[in-house]
C-alpha cells in the first residue's frame, strides 16, 4: 500500500496576466508611459483542494537616461518571485534582473528587445507527507510518527533560470508631448516570450533529473479609443509548455472620470477566461487608475469541475502599480514617448 499526495506543480499564474508584464515577457520592460514603473501581484488559489497555492511578485523596471537621442533607450528591470503549494509547503523564491532596448522605427511604432537572468531556490517539508512504510496494520492506518523509510532526497534546490522576449508597439502619435493630455490613447502591444531557456534541472534526488520545460507565450494586448472619455480593452496570450497549453483572454472597458493632468481617474472592469486542461475559469476583475496609481482585483470562478477542484470555487488576486514621472534634466533627452 503506497500513500501520498500529490502536489500540483505550475509555474507562477496570474488571471490578470496583462499587469504582470515582466512575467510576460521580458520584451516588454520599459514599454509604459513614464519613467520608472512598481509592481506588486498577489493571488491565492485553489483554497479547497484542500492546501491553497499562494504566489506573489514584486517587480520594477526603469527607462536609463539617454544623452544623445531620443529615438532609443535602455531599460533596466528586476523583482521576487515567491510561490508556495500543496501539502509538502513546495515553495520556490526567485530573484531575477534583466534590461531592455526600446527602438523608435516611426511616430506610431516601437519595437523591443528584452532578457533576464533569475537565481532560484526551490524546497519542501516532508512532515506533512505519508508513505507506504509508514502504514501500520496493528491500526489498519497510517502511523504519521513512524520512519518513512526515505531520506535520499535534498530539501531544498538552487538553480539558475533565464528568459527573452520581443515586442512591437503600435500606438497612436503622441507627437514626443511631455504631458500626456489623454487624448489619444489607442494601442497595441503583439509580442512573445520565452522562459526557461536552460530549462534547469529541478529534482531534489542527487541522481535524478527533472527539468522545467521550457515556456513560450505570445500575446496581444490592445486599447481601442472609442470616445473621448471611453476605451475597449482586450488581452490574449496563448501558454505553450511541453505538454500542457492554456489560454486566457480578458476584455472590458475603460471610463475616464477626470483627465486633468496630475488628477488622473479611471475604472476599468473587465472579464477575464481562461481555458486549460485542468479546467475553465471565468473571473471578473475591476481595476482604478487614480493619478500615478493603478489597482486591481479579480474573482476566479471555477465552471467545471475537474479532479479535486470543485466548481463555483472562486479564488481572489490584487495587483498594484505606481509609475514615477520624471521632467528631464540638463543634457538629458526625453525617451521615445510611449503611452
Not at 470616445?227 to 501558454?239: H, R
Not at 471565468?282 to 482585483?297: D, K, Q, W
Not at 477542484?309 to 538629458?332: S, W
Request: charged share 20%; hydrophobic share 40%.
Amino acid at each position: 500500500m503506497f500513500l501520498s499526495v500529490k502536489v500540483i506543480a505550475q509555474d507562477i499564474h496570474f488571471t490578470q496576466f496583462f499587469r504582470n508584464p515582466l512575467q510576460v515577457s521580458p520584451g516588454l520592460s520599459g514599454v509604459f508611459n513614464g519613467d520608472t514603473r512598481l509592481m506588486f501581484q498577489a493571488r491565492n488559489q485553489w483554497r479547497e483542494i484542500p492546501v491553497d497555492y499562494k504566489t506573489v511578485t514584486l517587480s520594477f523596471d526603469t527607462k536609463l537616461p539617454s544623452y544623445l537621442e531620443d529615438d532609443k533607450f535602455w531599460s533596466l528591470n528586476g523583482g521576487l518571485t515567491y510561490d508556495l503549494a500543496g501539502d509538502s509547503r513546495l515553495q520556490q523564491t526567485g530573484i531575477f534582473v534583466g534590461g531592455g532596448y526600446t527602438k523608435k522605427f516611426s511616430p506610431k511604432v516601437f519595437g523591443t528587445i528584452g532578457f533576464n537572468l533569475s537565481g532560484n531556490q526551490r524546497g519542501f517539508d516532508p512532515g506533512a507527507l505519508l508513505f507506504d512504510r509508514q502504514y501500520d496494520p496493528s491500526i489498519n492506518g497510517v502511523n504519521a510518527s513512524a520512519p518513512n523509510g526515505e531520506g535520499l532526497w535534498d530539501l531544498s534546490k538552487i538553480f539558475l533560470d533565464a528568459g527573452m522576449g520581443a515586442n512591437i508597439r503600435i500606438q497612436a502619435d503622441q507627437k514626443g508631448q511631455l504631458v500626456d493630455l489623454l487624448n489619444k490613447r489607442s494601442k497595441l502591444d503583439i509580442g512573445v516570450g520565452v522562459h526557461h531557456l536552460f530549462s534547469p534541472n529541478t529534482s531534489f534526488f542527487p541522481d535524478a533529473v527533472s527539468k522545467i520545460p521550457m515556456r513560450l507565450n505570445p500575446y496581444v494586448m490592445g486599447v481601442l479609443q472609442v470616445s473621448n472619455n471611453i476605451d475597449l480593452t482586450s488581452n490574449l496570450i496563448y501558454v505553450a509548455q511541453a505538454a500542457y497549453n492554456e489560454w486566457m483572454a480578458s476584455a472590458g472597458f475603460r471610463v475616464y472620470l477626470d483627465k486633468n493632468p496630475g488628477n488622473t481617474f479611471a475604472i476599468d472592469l473587465n472579464v477575464n477566461y481562461q481555458q486549460r486542461e485542468i479546467g475553465n475559469r471565468i473571473a471578473p476583475s475591476i481595476e482604478m487608475l487614480y493619478r500615478n496609481v493603478r489597482a486591481g482585483f479579480s474573482y476566479d470562478i471555477n465552471l467545471t469541475k475537474t479532479g479535486v477542484l470543485p466548481t463555483g470555487q472562486a479564488d481572489p488576486e490584487i495587483f498594484v502599480h505606481y509609475i514615477i514621472k520624471k521632467i528631464p534634466r540638463f543634457k538629458t533627452v526625453r525617451v521615445c514617448p510611449l503611452i
